[in-house]
T-cell receptor
Framework: AQRVTQPEKLLSVFKGAPVELKCNYS??????LFWYVQYSRQRLQLLLR??SRESIKGFTADLNKGETSFHLKKPFAQEEDSAMYYC?????????????FGQGTRLTINP | ETGVTQSPTHLIKTRGQQVTLRCSSQ?????VSWYQQALGQGPQFIFQ???????GRGNFPPRFSGLQFPNYSSELNVNALELDDSALYLC??????????FGSGTRLTVV
């Protein structure tokens, strides 16, 4: 089964410092990878997907197939970045396309 | 354009009872997926519905069942509730191949 691992449950950095949230995956084939974010009292929402190669809210993520990683980075953290972050990939099962999520990393930006 | 709405927002049930959770998909989305998110975990795929048929299922027992209606709204039914069924249940809608839009979830507590 495909798997997504986020090794850090909690991550705390100071405002203005660089941020890197780690994500590793196991997948046979070419995965489609995502980062989802959940701000306090809000619903889960898409932050970015690797195929679009967009930078959203200053975040970027590069797919490294050799290391099977899709780490999320931002050069200068802002307080509003405090949230729960989930890395996910899509897997096709029985004709359905499902998301496989990691356990999530709670990011706290200290003032 | 309306988003995904779920009802109820919170629910408390007794072990052994049955529960029905509801989801209205985003306008234009014909596919609905359900996820279970236990405390401290990432969402886990339960099943997906497309054109009123279940077209993919995760590792959940048959007492988890669902329906999709002609207007693409959906229900998740859980029979013979167990304490471990306590979780946040998320509904996500999409057009096949498109991005997922998540609802705010239903928090189910089984006592």
């Amino acid at each position: 089964a495909q798997r997504v691992t986020q090794p850090e449950k909690l991550l705390s950095v100071f405002k203005g410092a660089p941020v890197e949230l780690k994500c590793n995956y196991s997948y046979s084939g070419s995965p489609e990878l995502f980062w989802y974010v959940q701000y306090s009292r809000q619903r889960l929402q898409l932050l970015l997907r690797h195929i679009s190669r967009e930078s959203i809210k200053g975040f970027t993520a590069d797919l490294n197939k050799g290391e099977t990683s899709f780490h999320l980075k931002k050069p200068f953290a802002q307080e509003e970045d405090s949230a729960m972050y989930y890395c996910a990939l899509t897997e096709v099962i029985q004709g359905a396309q499902k998301l496989v999520f990691g356990q999530g990393t709670r990011l706290t930006i200290n003032p | 354009e309306t988003g995904v709405t779920q009802s109820p927002t919170h629910l408390i049930k007794t072990r052994g009872q049955q529960v029905t959770l509801r989801c209205s998909s985003q306008s234009g989305h014909n596919t609905v997926s359900w996820y279970q998110q236990a405390l401290g975990q990432g969402p886990q795929f339960i099943f997906q519905y497309y054109r009123e048929e279940e077209n993919g299922r995760g590792n959940f027992p048959p007492r988890f069942s669902g329906l999709q209606f002609p207007n693409y709204s959906s229900e998740l039914n859980v029979n013979a509730l167990e304490l471990d069924d306590s979780a946040l249940y998320l509904c996500a809608s999409t057009q096949m191949g498109g991005g997922y839009t998540f609802g705010s979830g239903t928090r189910l507590t089984v006592v």
